[in-house]
Nanobody
Framework: QVHLVESGGGLVQPGGSLRLSCAAS????????MGWYRQAPGSSRELVEAITIGGSTDYAGSVKGRFTISSDNAKNTVYMQMNSLKPEDTAVYYC??????????????WGEGTLVTVSS
């Protein structure tokens, strides 16, 4: 099993910044990719940014130029720096990982989510 723990959410004013972190632990053989999704009230969960073990990234157009994802493969940790935050960025942010457990079984894993609120 792979366990994901997120941190870094909170309340921030429009134009402000936050940094989210997500650390994976457990019986991990390898992690192929990690990323962040978000879900606003009344909306479906959507991809924000993701990064593969090789460093390739994917992101939503709405965060281009404002959010930056990075990872520390040695620590099985992914980060997302969020700048120029807007009220529409308000959502619960979920960490996601596609990983192989120690028994070589693949799995899609999720954290419990961290709330980001952008409001004055």
């Amino acid at each position: 099993q792979v366990h994901l723990v997120e941190s870094g959410g909170g309340l921030v004013q429009p134009g402000g910044s936050l940094r989210l972190s997500c650390a994976a632990s457990g019986k991990i053989f390898s992690i192929n990719s990690m990323g962040w999704y978000r879900q606003a009230p009344g909306s479906s969960r959507e991809l924000v940014e993701a990064i593969t073990i090789g460093g390739s990234t994917d992101y939503a157009g709405s965060v281009k130029g404002r959010f930056t994802i990075s990872s520390d493969n040695a620590k099985n940790t992914v980060y997302m720096q969020m700048n120029s935050l807007k009220p529409e960025d308000t959502a619960v942010y979920y960490c996601n990982a596609w990983a192989y457990g120690s028994d070589l079984s693949p799995g899609d894993y999720w954290g419990e989510g961290t709330l980001v609120t952008v409001s004055s």
